[in-house]
Structures are given as C-alpha cells and as structure tokens.
C-alpha cells in the first residue's frame, strides 16, 4: 500500500491534474492538499472516533469490552473501506492498469478486514449474526465508495489523491509500526517483496 500511493497513485494524480486541474483547488500544490486531507481523516478518525483500535494492529480484548468501543472500530473501518472503493474506482477511471495494481494493493490488505470486526464484535460481546453483518457492512462500503465514484468521475482528478492520502496513513502510519514491532529480518523483508510485487505489475501493465 506504500508503495502503490507513493509509486502510482500521487504521480497519477499529478499527471491527471495537470490535464484536467482540480474542481476544488487550484496551483501545483492541489494534489498534495488533497493528500494531506485524506491522510489527516483517517487520523482525526483513528483518534477521535475509535481512539483504541488502528488499522492493522493487534486489538485486545479488553480495549474493545463496551458495545461502544466495537462500533467505533466498525465506524472507522467503514471509514477507511469507503475510501479503499474509492481508490479503486478512481484508478479505474484513469487507466485499467492502475486500478488493477491499486486493487491488488487493497485486497491484500483488506483480507484479514473481515475477520478483524468480526474478532471485535464477539470479544465485546455482541452476537454472531452482528458479527457476520458487521464484515457484510464493510464489503458494502467498498462497494458504496466504487459506486458513487462511477456515478461522479468527473472529480476523479481529487478523489485520486485524497484516498491516496488515506492509503498513506494507514501503510505509513498503522502498518508499518507493527511490521517495527516485529522481532527478526523476516517481516521487513515481506514489506521489501511487498514492494518488489508492484514493481514487478508496474513492468507487466506498462510493457
């Protein structure tokens, strides 16, 4: 996910706002006021809303024991997969090749999403069928954020840097703390082949 927002995303953005220009800014600088946004939601998000759970990091039981504290974490994941739709779809609407890699990005990441608010709603308490609605609410608004991307392309010159913005905070600021925590060469070296594999689609989508 770094490497994708860092790699494809911003530069795309760049390309894109440079032909099209910003609906909502203006000047070189639009695009990174837009990642800036986006990386500033998802913390305002992750320390306000559910200030106890982060993206991608181990959650204990007894910080999410309250109903409140697992619909918070729901709350902010709903955030972030709204946004992961969005970055998809916007890739999309630029090339086939980047929405591709984005996707693949994502669904690496967002594989374990599921069983994550599931863990949260049992461990706090709440019934099964909560917890199954709980993954289903998340997949809808991966699917809610592609939608309405479609239905509004035209501001796709924004919403291609915000949600990289978005993507940023939560590879930088969630995920690769955990990958420090690890003890031992072999979790940062998974982040090395992370960045390997989509150098590796950049060279096979841009043949």
Do not use: C, W
Not at 23 to 52: D, K, R
Not at 193 to 207: D, E, M, R, T
Request: hydrophobic share 55%.
């Amino acid at each position: 996910m770094l490497a994708t927002a860092l790699l494809e995303m911003i530069p795309e953005s760049l390309k894109l706002q440079a032909e099209t220009g910003s609906i909502f800014f203006h000047g070189a600088n639009s695009v990174f006021l837009f990642v800036l946004a986006g990386y500033l939601l998802v913390h305002f998000f992750e320390h306000t809303v559910a200030p106890h759970f982060h993206f991608g990091e181990e959650t204990h039981h007894e910080e999410v024991s309250g109903a409140h504290a697992s619909y918070a974490a729901l709350l902010g994941l709903v955030i972030h997969t709204f946004f992961d739709g969005v970055a998809i779809a916007s890739g999309l609407l630029v090339s086939t090749s980047l929405g591709v890699v984005i996707f693949l990005a994502i669904f690496l990441h967002k594989l374990p999403e599921g069983s994550t608010v599931a863990s949260l709603m049992l461990a706090s308490g709440q019934s099964r069928r909560m917890a199954f609605m709980s993954s289903v609410i998340l997949g809808g608004s991966t699917l809610l954020g592609m939608a309405l991307m479609f239905a509004f392309g035209n501001v796709v010159s924004d919403a291609l840097p915000f949600s990289a913005g978005v993507t940023l905070y939560v590879a930088a600021s969630d995920l690769i703390p955990e990958v420090n925590r690890e003890p031992g060469p072999a979790m940062a070296l998974l982040v090395f082949l992370g960045v390997a594999i989509l150098l590796g689609l950049k060279a096979l989508f841009h043949v």
